[in-house]
């Protein structure tokens, strides 16, 4: 999985340079902030932990999903970011798309199976859709894909669902969602007795309080500008004697790439690069 490209990443650094479980409680930034017994240094950012830690800082690079930034920028940043960021942040889109993992006991698709699609013949592209998502959440499931090879990873297959439904999935218990997906197989493949899955496992990327869910999207009413608007870095003014405090990175700061991986790695390239610009810049010729 992804963690491959993590692992190649965090080789190149210090054993201990990255700290997990630390999470963010707040941002102070336009500050004046001291290391306890070094009045020689003063830095303009803070960052608080929820844990209580604190870390000073010249610069931070805030890679939060934009979900997260929807619901907590008000209270995450001190002060609070300026009405034109918050603005990008209130106009653009963050969706949801969860995976479900069914593992069986057999498989009672062909070998060389890749996708099972579902296609709903009770619907019409004509009609509009119904919109009681607790009764039809599982009509928004576009399909399985076989997880290959089965001796790596068993017999198992991997559904795809998004939006509100997809988020009214996340409500459920693992016993729902086990039932309807089996009653949703019985009638893919025509056989009442097929089995059911023995184990499932699913995403629930809008119930985290981290990512409030999966990754971003031009909405109605927004557009690419506000993707550039939400990477620029602040404080806005270029002159200020202390720049570059909050650097934005993530895949809804990528205005080509946007809800991708690499719209992801490139923004987060994007911003280290502009800060070895400005450290640059500083070096005495």
């Known amino acids: 999985?992804?963690?491959?490209?993590?692992?190649?990443?965090?080789?190149?650094?210090?054993?201990?340079?990255?700290l997990l479980n630390k999470a963010v409680r707040t941002i102070r930034w336009r500050g004046s902030f001291r290391e306890e017994g070094d009045d020689a240094r003063e830095f303009p950012v803070q960052v608080e932990c929820e844990d209580g830690d604190t870390f000073l800082a010249d610069h931070v690079i805030i890679t939060v999903p934009l979900g997260f930034l929807k619901e907590r920028h008000q209270e995450f940043f001190q002060p609070p970011l300026p009405e034109w960021k918050a603005e990008a942040i209130r106009r653009l889109g963050f969706g949801t798309n969860n995976k479900i993992f069914l593992e069986f006991e057999q498989p009672f698709w062909d070998p060389q199976q890749q996708l099972l699609e579902v296609v709903w013949e009770d619907e019409s592209p004509l009609e509009e859709p119904s919109t009681d998502v607790?009764?039809?959440?599982?009509?928004?499931?576009?399909?399985?894909?076989?997880?290959?090879?089965?001796?790596q990873h068993g017999h198992v297959l991997c559904g795809f669902i998004a939006g509100k439904e997809s988020e009214h999935m996340e409500t459920l218990s693992d016993a729902?969602?086990?039932?309807?997906?089996?009653?949703?197989?019985?009638?893919?493949?025509?056989?009442?007795?097929?089995?059911?899955?023995?184990?499932?496992?699913?995403?629930?990327?809008?119930?985290?309080?981290?990512?409030?869910?999966?990754?971003?999207?031009?909405?109605?009413?927004?557009?690419?500008?506000?993707?550039?608007?939400?990477?620029?870095?602040?404080?806005?003014?270029?002159?200020?004697?202390?720049?570059?405090?909050?650097?934005?990175?993530?895949?809804?700061?990528?205005?080509?790439?946007?809800?991708?991986?690499?719209?992801?790695?490139?923004?987060?390239?994007?911003?280290?690069?502009?800060?070895?610009?400005?450290?640059?810049?500083?070096?005495?010729?």
């Open 1 to 18: 999985g992804y963690s491959s490209l993590s692992e190649r990443l965090l080789s190149d650094l210090p054993e201990g340079t990255v």
């Open 134 to 151: 607790e009764t039809n959440w599982f009509k928004k499931l576009i399909g399985f894909v076989v997880l290959q090879p089965p001796e």
């Open 176 to 285: 729902e969602v086990l039932s309807t997906m089996t009653c949703i197989l019985r009638t893919l493949t025509g056989n009442p007795s097929l089995p059911a899955p023995r184990s499932v496992l699913r995403s629930r990327w809008h119930s985290a309080p981290y990512t409030r869910g999966s990754y971003s999207y031009v909405a109605v009413g927004s557009s690419g500008d506000d993707i550039d608007v939400l990477a620029q870095p602040l404080p806005e003014d270029p002159q200020d004697p202390k720049p570059l405090q909050l650097l934005f990175a993530g895949e809804a700061t990528h205005r080509t790439f946007y809800s991708t991986t690499h719209g992801a790695l490139l923004s987060g390239w994007r911003e280290a690069e502009r800060l070895n610009r400005l450290f640059q810049e500083r070096v005495p010729s």
